[in-house]
């Protein structure tokens, strides 16, 4: 199969033998967003005035401080307190000045701001780099599928997606492909998903009952890490990796 720039990162993801290769992808957008945002870009006007407005949810404000710049974390929160303080300052202002729905402004400022930082996405710096090249990402998965045979192959070779990320090819199959089309892709999906949980599900019940003292001097077989892959095949993200720092 003749690869081209935009499906390489696709295909090395399926290669890779992860349990989901859309979380193996995802990692990778999340670790350069976030070494993204505390490089040099820190220091430039635009890149400032967005994460100033935006701000990071509370994942991604963990992993920004787990990464190890204290200064560029240190410049990107001294100006984004000095926005938050100042639309603070305007909404208690508002609330001065009469009204019910004006003395309101405060509360409702604040409420949007609580819930966008328990949220993400939207609200998250970090979250909206990811999401721009995600879509881009789900596309290309069901493009390889419908014209290389070659990615099939590979695909029904590989351990299936995490459940969240299969809805998500499942759900561009369907809006972007014919019913008849996204059917077959839905089949073969299905199928593969289908084996793959099956797997999980034998090696998760056989670290349980290796624990079973009739049981401590055979083998673990393939259930060592059952538990992280379970975790991840039934919500995805990688719950054993280290802390992401700044090399």
């Known amino acids: 199969?003749?690869?081209?720039?935009?499906?390489?990162?696709v295909m090395d993801a399926v290669k890779a033998g992860d349990e989901c290769p859309c979380c193996y992808l995802e990692r990778k957008l999340e670790q350069d967003a976030i070494s993204f945002t505390l490089g040099s870009s820190?220091?430039?006007?635009?890149i400032r005035a967005d994460t100033d407005q935006t701000g990071f949810c509370r994942k991604h404000t963990k992993m920004m401080y787990d990464y190890g710049n204290y200064l560029g974390n240190a410049w990107i929160l001294k100006t984004r307190m000095k926005y938050l303080r100042d639309h603070f300052k305007e909404s208690v202002e508002e609330g001065?000045?009469?009204?019910?729905?004006?003395?309101?402004?405060?509360f409702g400022?604040?409420?949007?701001?609580?819930?966008?930082?328990?949220?993400?996405?939207?609200?998250?710096?970090v979250c909206r780099k990811i999401d721009e090249t995600y879509e881009r990402i789900q596309n290309t998965f069901v493009y390889l599928m419908r014209t290389e045979p070659e990615f099939i192959s590979l695909l029904k070779d590989s351990k299936g997606f995490c459940l969240p990320h299969f809805y998500d090819v499942l759900n561009t199959c369907r809006s972007r492909c014919k019913a008849e089309e996204a059917q077959k892709m839905e089949e073969i999906l299905c199928s593969l998903m289908e084996r793959e949980l099956s797997r999980i599900q034998e090696d998760i019940d056989w670290f349980v009952e290796k624990y079973d003292y009739r049981n401590q001097n055979a083998d673990w077989k393939n259930s060592k890490d059952a538990v992280p892959r379970t975790m991840q095949k039934i919500t995805g993200g990688y719950p054993a990796d280290p802390v992401f720092k700044q090399k």
Do not use: F, H, V
């Open 109 to 125: 400022w604040m409420k949007k701001t609580s819930s966008e930082n328990r949220q993400g996405r939207e609200s998250c710096y």
């Open 42 to 46: 820190y220091m430039e006007d635009d």
């Open 96 to 106: 001065k000045t009469g009204t019910a729905p004006q003395k309101s402004a405060l």
């Open 1 to 9: 199969m003749k690869e081209k720039l935009y499906t390489i990162e």
